[in-house]
Structure formats: structure tokens, C-alpha cells
């Protein structure tokens, strides 16, 4: 059945464009797009009034925690499968560091199955890069890759032993894989849980210095000269981090960054009350380096933006600051939490969804993001202005440890279509 989105505001991340037109789709597949009063829309079989809603393509979320096998009372395949439709996720990419870890062909294809089932976004697997997230033994990076692996991460692990990273990088580049790491010098951040500075005395907080991430960053990079490898930085956080981040990309390396949309809205004063929710990895940064980082997203030189959604349940997160376990959801607020980036005039719709979007697609291979003919007609329908106050209990997925709650936010999602089918709500 042909489709028609009419009285739309198209967001085209690929193009860089933001107007006003028409989309149809046929059979799950974008057919065309134009704008209005300038081409004459095909004939279809249906058609919406999206009535100025923005339609823009299905957010592409990297480093999705799905806590299934062994702890799905934080969150199941089916509850992130709902949270990210609700939240205008089309894609979610899941994280290995489960119970037990995804590093055998066994388990990934236990998970690959579990989501097919039951979500109703697309899914994509990531797999270990070492044998039980423990950096001392490489997994079978081919054997995961074809059993569906789209990329290789011990997630926030540091790979410390440099000679089995080297390795995994040289095996890894034979197959073309994708690896992501966590750069973070282990020794300067193990036990703190504060970016360390006059706050984190004050507070009485063990801190980390923002160099940790930048000499971790530059011992990949160094590793990346070596290999050749491609590599993907999952956080990067601070401001000294990124010129050598601009020197890789220069030097011609297969280098990409990311961030997570809390360390992109959020900074350390946001701790002040101790209030755990707001305890990330890494941990939140100062408001120079948030502002640093929003000029390396809007320049491109940070190329994904993720949620970086960790459930975490009651108990792990209802404990002293020091002791708590680390991590939000954000699979249902990355959404209206870039908002607050659009509407403060630092980021438009095209940019953010470049990074949301288009990067994570084209940095994994897959063909979503874009909103050109013949692509996949995962798409969301949302207003930026719409007003509301974040209650987490409202939250679709298990856990509900997201530092918005009780927030003033603005930008909801009207509708979620994956393959030409709407997974949520209607227009």
C-alpha cells in the first residue's frame, strides 16, 4: 500500500535541508519527496496530514543496553522495544556486557531471535571484543560477524593489556569490523565517580581528571596508526580531548566519535544533591566542556549522538552517590532532550539529526537515516514545540533511573513508522 505524509516539515539530515513538503512510501521503501506547491505528489492508496509536524528519519541509537539474558527485571527486548518506539527510535544497536556476555555465536543469536520476536524497532547486535568483557583474550571476531555482529565493544571495559587490543584491532581490520572503545585511562579513573575539580572537594566525591579520557584517546589513536583498524570512540566528553581527535581525523584515520545526549544537556552541578540518577559513565563534565562538545557536534568533528540507555533498578541506584551503580535510560528522552539544544539556537533539526541519524547509520552500513528514494521508511513524526513535564514512572521501559524526571521538556513524538508500519502512535 502506497503511502502519502502531506503538510509536512521534512528534516533531511543527508541534504541538510528543513522544508516543507511530501513524503511517500510504498512496500516499507521511501519512494519521493517534495516540497510544497513545487512537485505535484504521486497518487497513493493513503494519505496523512501531518499538519506541520516535523518528519524526519527514525533515530539510529548506538550502545542500547537490553539486560536480556539474566536481568530482564531492568529491561527486556519488549520494553526497550516499546520505550524506543515511543521515543522515535527505529534502529536500537545492543550492547554485549549482558548476563552472560554476548562473545559467542550462541548468545548472539539467542538475542537476535529474543528481539525478533518481540520489539517491534530493528534491532542490531553488538559482540564482546574479548572473551567475558575481561581484555585478555580476543573473541572470534569472524565467527560473531557472521552470525550478524555489526560492530565489536567491551563496552565502558577498558581493554587495558595494549598487545591484546593491538591484536584484536589487526584481526579486526583483516575483516573489516568495526571496534568501539571506551577511551579512559583506567588507573586515573578507577573509584572515582565525579569529574575531579573545586566541585568534587566540595562535595567530598572521589574525582577523575578530564585527561584520563584524552590519554586513552591517545593510546587508540596510536594503536589505530598501527593497525589501521576502524575505530569508534563511544564518549567523548571533554574539551581536551577533542584536538586530538581533529589531528586523527586529519592524519586520514577510520575514527569516529560519539557522546551521549546527557553529557550534551547535563553538566556536574547537576550532582549538587547528590541524586544518583545523575550518575553516568563518564561521569558528567564541567559546562566548559559541554559547551565544547556542542561546537564539535555542530561542526562535525563528533559525529554520533546516542542515548547510551542503561537501565539500572531501584536498589543498584537508591545507595550513597560513591556506591551507586552508573547509568540512565534515555531511550524515550533523547529526543526531547535535544530539543533543549535546537530551541536554545545551538543545534538545528538537520544537524541533529546527521548525528542522531544519518553518522550511525552510514558508521555501521545500514541503510537508514536518510530520507532519499528507495531508503527504508523508518521514520518519526514529532512536534519540537510541544510542551510537557517528564514523569519517569510514565516511562515505558522496566528500570526508571533517567535524571529528567519531574523536568520541563519540550518535543514529543506524535508517531513512529519502521518499514512503512506505524509501531507508534497515529496521525
Not at 25 to 54: H, M, N, S, W
Not at 187 to 195: D, F, H, K, N, V
Not at 368 to 381: E, I, Q
Request: glycine share 10%.
Amino acid at each position: 500500500m502506497t503511502t502519502l505524509l502531506t503538510n509536512a516539515r521534512l528534516i533531511d539530515p543527508e541534504a541538510g535541508t528543513d522544508y516543507r513538503g511530501w513524503l511517500a512510501y510504498d512496500g516499507g521503501r521511501i519512494l519521493a519527496t517534495g516540497k510544497e506547491g513545487a512537485a505535484p505528489a504521486p497518487r497513493v492508496d493513503q494519505t496523512f496530514d501531518c499538519d506541520g509536524l516535523c518528519v524526519a528519519p527514525g533515530i539510529v541509537d548506538i550502545g542500547v543496553k537490553v539486560c536480556e539474558p539474566g536481568e530482564r527485571h531492568k529491561e527486556s527486548f519488549k520494553t526497550a522495544g516499546l520505550a524506543a518506539a515511543a521515543g522515535g527510535v527505529t534502529t536500537i544497536v545492543t550492547r554485549p556486557d549482558t548476563n552472560p556476555v554476548i562473545d559467542t555465536p550462541e548468545t548472539l543469536e539467542f538475542v537476535t531471535r529474543r528481539a525478533r520476536e518481540v520489539t517491534p524497532v530493528r534491532m542490531h547486535p553488538m559482540a564482546a571484543l574479548t572473551k567475558g568483557l575481561r581484555g585478555d583474550e580476543m573473541t572470534e571476531i569472524g565467527f560473531l560477524q557472521d552470525a550478524g555482529a555489526v560492530a565489536f565493544t567491551d563496552t565502558t571495559r577498558v581493554v587495558q593489556n595494549t598487545k591484546v587490543l593491538s591484536r584484536a584491532l589487526t584481526y579486526a581490520r583483516s575483516l573489516n569490523a568495526l571496534v568501539i572503545g571506551h577511551p579512559q585511562e583506567p588507573g586515573l579513573s578507577a573509584g572515582s565517580c565525579i569529574t575531579g575539580g573545586k566541585f568534587a572537594t566540595l562535595r567530598g566525591l572521589p574525582g577523575v581528571s578530564p585527561m584520563a579520557e584524552r590519554m586513552g584517546l591517545d593510546r587508540d589513536i596510536a594503536l589505530l596508526e598501527m593497525t589501521g583498524a576502524k575505530y569508534h570512540a563511544d564518549q567523548i566528553t571533554t574539551a581536551r580531548a577533542l584536538p586530538a581527535l581533529e589531528r586523527a581525523k586529519k592524519n586520514g584515520l577510520d575514527l569516529t566519535a560519539g557522546i551521549s545526549i546527557h553529557h550534551l544537556t547535563l553538566n556536574v552541578l547537576d550532582i549538587a544533591d547528590y541524586r544518583t540518577f545523575f550518575k553516568v559513565t563518564p561521569p558528567l563534565r564541567d559546562e566548559e566542556d559541554r559547551q565544547a562538545v556542542i561546537e564539535a557536534v555542530a561542526s562535525g568533528l563528533i559525529d554520533i549522538v546516542c542515548s547510551m540507555h542503561t537501565p539500572q533498578d531501584e536498589e543498584s541506584k537508591r545507595l550513597p552517590f560513591e556506591e551507586a551503580a552508573s547509568g540512565a535510560v534515555g531511550l524515550e528522552t533523547l529526543l526531547p532532550a535535544a530539543m533543549r539544544l535546537y530551541h536554545a539556537g545551538q543545534l538545528d533539526l538537520p544537524t541533529l539529526f546527521r548525528a542522531m541519524s544519518l553518522n550511525p547509520s552510514k558508521r555501521l552500513g545500514l541503510p537508514s537515516g536518510r530520507l532519499s528514494a528507495d531508503a527504508p521508511a523508518d521514520l518519526v513524526v514529532f512536534d519540537p514545540d510541544a510542551p510537557f513535564v517528564l514523569d519517569r514512572s510514565r516511562l515505558n521501559s522496566k528500570s526508571k533511573n533517567t535524571p529528567f524526571d519531574g523536568a520541563r521538556m519540550e518535543g514529543r513524538v506524535r508517531a513512529t513508522i519502521v518499514g512503512g508500519t506505524f509501531v507508534y502512535g497515529a496521525l
